[in-house]
């Protein structure tokens, strides 16, 4: 769940995204050793390169004077933790691996394609079965990507 200050940040950035077709994957805000970071995370079809995130950085970077931040940082989402629910509906289709906060028949992750989710439920599928997993239980769920 966002802090009030990351939904600010949200809301400010939002309708630049749009504007560029980028998807807002998240925004956080957070210190680490002596300095904050703001980060932008984006993304759009066919993923988003280096020009694009300081394009999008060019847009935003006067937003926020009256936010405490030492770093703007705007970048791909990689291999992020799908939190909200519009990356669930956007990774929908695409292999993840769903990490559990204990052993489920004696593992702890689970790779398949994201069917989605649920109030419950993470769905994907395994060897074309579907497997549920209860939200309570998952830790994490996170993209896999395939080497070629």
Request: hydrophobic fraction near 40%; aromatic fraction near 8%; charged fraction near 35%.
């Amino acid at each position: 769940m966002p802090s009030k200050i990351e939904s600010q940040i949200e809301g400010r950035v939002l309708p630049i995204a749009q504007e560029m077709k980028m998807d807002l994957v998240d925004v956080e805000l957070r210190k680490e050793g002596q300095a904050r970071f703001m980060r932008i995370f984006v993304d759009m079809p066919g993923g988003v390169d280096l020009d694009h995130c300081q394009e999008f950085h060019m847009r935003i970077r006067d937003l926020f004077d009256d936010i405490d931040y030492d770093y703007l940082e705007v970048s791909s989402p990689g291999d992020r933790p799908l939190k909200r629910d519009v990356d669930f509906v956007r990774m929908a289709g695409s292999p993840v691996q769903v990490r559990l906060y204990k052993a489920l028949d004696g593992q702890k992750a689970f790779e398949g394609e994201l069917v989605g989710r649920t109030q419950e439920d993470v769905v994907i599928l395994i060897d074309g079965k579907e497997r549920r997993f209860d939200r309570k239980i998952v830790a994490a769920v996170k993209p896999v990507f395939e080497m070629i």
